[in-house]
């Protein structure tokens, strides 16, 4: 089975930090490049930051560059996305997703595989 299941979503202040985990069902994979999208209620699904097959190669979002940070763990089939800095308006369904293909997208239509999203809230 090709599965992805995010981890580690929850209730943090403004300022603090999350890191979610999204953990593979197999080594098929172990070179996909993988997504991090969040969607808040009545709004588009919005890309966050994506990961070249190797980790070599990294994209972010304006609205997260130097805040987020998107990584691999090969070995452990494992994509994470440490979440610093955060802000009320960071508040929303976190979803990371695989693409069959090494490189880098953005957009959600290039992404085949979803995971069931996890909730991230961040108070004031």
């Known amino acids: 089975q090709e599965q992805l299941v995010e981890s580690g979503g929850g209730l943090v202040q403004a300022g603090g930090s999350l890191r979610l985990s999204c953990a593979a069902s197999?080594?098929?994979?172990?070179?996909?490049?993988m997504g991090w999208f969040r969607q808040a209620p009545g709004k588009e699904r919005e890309f966050l930051a994506a990961i070249s097959g190797s980790g070599g190669r990294t994209d972010y979002a304006d609205s997260v560059k130097g805040r987020f940070l998107i990584s691999r763990d090969s070995a452990k089939n494992t994509v994470y996305l440490q979440m610093n800095s955060l802000k009320p308006e960071d508040t929303a369904v976190y979803y990371c997703?695989?693409?069959?293909?090494?490189?880098?997208?953005?957009?959600?239509?290039?992404?085949?595989?979803w995971g069931q999203g996890t909730q991230v809230t961040v108070s004031s």
């Open positions: 997703a695989g693409r069959v293909g090494f490189y880098v997208a953005t957009r959600s239509r290039d992404y085949h595989y």
């Open positions: 197999g080594r098929i994979f172990s070179n996909y490049g």
